[in-house]
């Protein structure tokens, strides 16, 4: 999942469009990054479910990876968010299941962070050199990018931050983040709109700037 934001521009329709791209194609290298780890774990479900792959057609949720972030961007929100299909995993089948799903979980935040840093630096030679459409197209992919990640280190079910922290604590209380976990899960749809809630309304102004930071960070220019 990722909530994105323009924080250094008024994004035209052609922009809101590449950024749609972007996000889907940025959410579907998060979840493929989630399943090679745990491939390197031992755990060979997405494999065997054919979803190692950068094809997008097994990732897309119709909902999440089209009408909703289309919707968003029709609407003149300035505010993106969107999901592809988790790819699925069995913690079960892990070699050292507690390190194993903290490396799953980190996998796909780790992968948003690199191709922030990539762009980063290509919006900073484009920068020097001039070509402005290719520092904002950068940017675009920094500020998704950027995004994704730190949404999802959000220690809160089911983003990943949550797993990483459930497997770096001590199995006592790792079991009890666990039973949980669990609990919200059958809500279903309700977790999902409880944490956009709890998002909105308590974390997104930390949220924007810390990502305006890190931006600032990588590209070393506003």
Not at 135 to 159: D, E, G, M, R, T
């Amino acid at each position: 999942m990722v909530p994105y934001q323009g924080l250094t521009m008024q994004p035209d329709l052609g922009i809101s469009v590449f950024a749609i791209v972007v996000l889907i194609l940025s959410v579907i290298m998060h979840e493929v990054a989630h399943g090679y780890a745990a491939l390197l774990f031992g755990d060979q479900t997405a494999q065997r479910a054919g979803r190692l792959t950068l094809n997008p057609i097994p990732h897309i949720d119709l909902m999440g990876s089209i009408i909703v972030p289309l919707l968003l961007t029709l609407s003149g929100s300035g505010f993106l968010f969107g999901w592809a299909k988790p790819v699925p995993y069995n913690p079960y089948n892990l070699r050292n299941q507690r390190v194993g799903e903290v490396v799953v979980a980190a996998a796909g935040v780790f992968t948003n962070f690199i191709l922030a840093v990539v762009f980063g630096i290509v919006a900073r030679v484009a920068i020097a050199n001039g070509a402005d459409i290719f520092a904002q197209l950068s940017a675009v992919v920094i500020l998704v990018n950027l995004s994704l990640a730190c949404f999802n280190l959000i220690p809160i079910p089911p983003l990943d931050g949550y797993m990483v922290l459930r497997g770096a604590l001590p199995m006592r209380f790792s079991l009890m983040l666990r039973d949980l976990e669990m609990r919200l899960m059958r809500g279903g749809a309700f977790v999902l709109i409880l944490v956009l809630f709890l998002f909105t309304y308590f974390l997104s102004t930390p949220f924007y700037m810390l990502v305006q930071w890190l931006f600032g960070l990588l590209v070393g220019k506003q």
